[in-house]
């Protein structure tokens, strides 16, 4: 894939509402101080692990399920198979949720009315040339979503006043290191739940090309492996006109 279908097909996965919530749950927790501090880290460690798991996967086209399968055998690509499912559904089910209490709290009902409401409208929109179809469109929904969080942001203000209180929010005891403490190391371990994305990367990883990378080694791109001379061997002469 080029680098940008590449992009806009990862942050179709990157923009989910469920990492806004996490980030609001973690100030609201432990601090708006602590919660940007265990953000910082948490990019920062993150970013290095997917820097080497993309290098890794971009130069040997190794998706999840052959990497599982080199380390646990044949049984591991269904590991992989199995943990991608849970988290999928993890996620369809916390992202239908919002939308359903979303249409709860503008429209009225029950809360079971909406969830099957989600459930009928969204199924079919993973089924065949819809989903592919949809791989395309989240380049385009990425600046709806991007400046849908901006007019959240501008409507809390107008609904609730600005101020600058949200800055130095803060629990009204600091987390003991017993209960997983302090509060910016509490954010941290919280944000380590969403390192199972990494699996994603891996599996993106290895549909990008390699010149599109700036971290890749010269000498792995050049050198010829067996398998390369007996292809090359084996190819049909050209014809000339």
Avoid: C, H
């Avoid at 086209?61 to 591991?76: H, M, Y």
């Avoid at 993890?90 to 099957?116: C, D, K, N, P, R």
Wanted: hydrophobic share 55%.
């Amino acid at each position: 894939m080029s680098r940008g279908s590449l992009s806009m097909a990862w942050y179709g996965v990157a923009s989910a509402m469920f990492y806004v919530y996490v980030g609001a749950a973690m100030a609201v927790a432990y601090g708006t101080a602590n919660a940007l501090i265990g953000l910082v880290l948490t990019i920062i460690v993150y970013g290095v692990i997917n820097a080497i798991l993309a290098k890794y996967a971009i130069n040997n086209r190794t998706t999840v399920a052959q990497f599982s399968r080199t380390i646990l055998g044949t049984a591991g690509s269904s590991i992989a198979t199995i943990i991608f499912a849970l988290i999928a559904i993890y996620y369809a089910v916390f992202e239908g949720s919002i939308v359903a209490y979303a249409f709860q709290t503008q429209f009225g009902g029950e809360m079971w009315v909406w969830s099957l409401v989600v459930v009928i409208y969204s199924t079919p929109l993973i089924i065949g040339g819809v989903r592919r179809f949809l791989d395309k469109l989240n380049g385009w929904l990425l600046p709806i979503y991007f400046f849908g969080l901006v007019a959240a942001v501008i409507w809390a203000g107008v609904q609730y006043g600005f101020s600058d209180t949200w800055l130095v929010q803060a629990p009204e005891m600091p987390v003991p290191l017993a209960m997983g403490g302090p509060g910016w190391l509490a954010t941290f371990v919280g944000y380590m739940g969403m390192w199972i994305l990494m699996m994603f990367t891996m599996d993106f990883a290895a549909l990008g090309r390699r010149k599109d990378t700036k971290f890749q080694d010269p000498s792995s791109q050049v050198r010829v492996k067996r398998s390369d001379r007996v292809r090359l061997v084996s190819m049909p002469p050209e014809k000339r006109d």
